[in-house]
């Protein structure tokens, strides 16, 4: 059984960093692509950023391209996100994703349980 397991986030100031962990325990996990998904209040699960299983290959939406990056570090089966220059608008539960490397969320097989981050002005 795949588990995935998000830490980090929290209440960050407008133009502050954070940066969120996904924890992935299971079969073979290191081979997984992963992605960062995140969901405001009163909206749709929307894509922030993906990652193939190599980390050779990276996508981002365009909202956070330039300010978001996301890595993994196989050994340890956990995938990054670096959020710089905040914006309110990044606040939302952010979601780790595992199995696939697309913007479509129902193209994933897994999903941590999710961690809010509050950018406050």
């Known amino acids: 059984q795949v588990q995935l397991i998000e830490s980090g986030g929290g209440l960050v100031q407008v133009g502050g960093s954070t940066r969120l962990s996904c924890a992935a325990s299971g079969p073979t996990t290191s081979n997984y692509p992963m992605g960062w998904f995140r969901q405001a209040a009163g909206k749709e699960r929307e894509f922030v950023a993906g990652?193939?299983?190599?980390?050779?290959?990276?996508s981002y939406a365009d909202s956070v391209k330039g300010r978001f990056t996301i890595s993994r570090v196989n050994t340890k089966n956990t995938v990054y996100l670096q959020m710089n220059s905040l914006k309110p608008e990044d606040t939302a539960v952010y979601y780790c994703?595992?199995?696939?490397?697309?913007?479509?969320?129902?193209?994933?097989?897994?999903w941590g349980q999710g961690t809010q981050v509050t950018v406050s002005s």
């Open positions: 994703a595992g199995g696939a490397y697309s913007r479509n969320p129902g193209a994933y097989e897994y």
């Open positions: 990652i193939n299983w190599t980390g050779g290959s990276t």
